[in-house]
């Protein structure tokens, strides 16, 4: 069956380090990969997705990585912030065009 | 920034009344979606919604659930008779055409939706 997991539940970093959030995956068919955060009661924010044709794509300090072989993926956030404090999510597009989430990982940025 | 509106932010309903959840999608999205979660668990997707058909569904998105979009605009979840178990998050989301591959889906806020 399809699922996405989290490795980490619960993430804390230094304000200004650099963050690192993972993802498995087990639908090897899936080709869109998609990371979101979610802030207190607010739904999820579209942050970076990838192609299955990619293996690394930035945006503005966000960086994912796919690793296909592992079925594994990453969210780096470059020079965390408080502001970046939330709840991420990654998913997988898997049949048709329903996103399969995994179960979030908490980041606390201290300051 | 365009965004995915849903009214209202609280829903309180009696088991077994009626409930329709309200979503204003962007503007120029063509796909529509209805996804859940409940408190502490992972946000599970209910139905998909293209070209005024749903075009997939999961097994949670049973008899009780139906949605409509009634205008150029709205795009709305029924329950028909709401169970306590319905209790949870409910987010809308869009996307558009697929003409270029897969596009993001983009949430709305959602509506807790408490039932009694």
């Known amino acids: 069956g399809e699922s996405v997991g989290l490795h980490l539940p619960t993430l804390s970093v230094q304000e200004g380090d650099n963050s690192i959030i993972n993802c498995a995956y087990s639908n090897s068919a899936s080709d869109y990969f998609i990371w979101y955060k979610q802030e207190s009661g607010k739904g999820p924010q579209f942050i970076i997705d990838i192609r299955s044709n990619m293996d690394k794509r930035q945006g503005q300090r966000v960086t994912v990585l796919l690793n296909k072989t592992v079925k594994h993926l990453s969210l780096q956030i470059a020079a965390t912030q408080p502001g970046d404090s939330a709840v991420y999510f990654c998913?997988?597009?898997?049949?048709?065009?329903?996103?399969?989430f995994g179960a979030g990982t908490i980041l606390r940025v201290k300051s | 920034e365009p965004e995915v509106t849903q009214t209202p932010s609280h829903q309180v309903t009696q088991m077994g009344q009626e409930v329709i959840l309200r979503c204003v999608p962007i503007s120029n999205h063509l796909y529509f979606y209805w996804y859940r979660q409940i408190l502490g668990q992972k946000v599970e997707f209910l139905v998909s919604?293209?070209?005024?058909?749903?075009?997939?569904k999961s097994e949670i998105f049973d008899d009780q659930f139906s949605v409509e979009r009634p205008d150029g605009s709205n795009f709305t979840l029924k329950i028909r008779s709401t169970k306590l178990e319905d209790s949870a998050m409910y987010f809308c989301?869009?996307?558009?055409?697929?003409?270029?591959?897969?596009?993001?889906?983009?949430f709305g806020d959602g509506t807790r939706l408490s039932i009694l």
């Open positions: 998913a997988e597009n898997g049949y048709g065009n329903k996103l399969v």
């Open positions: 989301a869009s996307s558009e055409a697929r003409g270029q591959g897969i596009q993001p889906q983009h």
């Open positions: 919604f293209y070209n005024n058909e749903i075009s997939e």
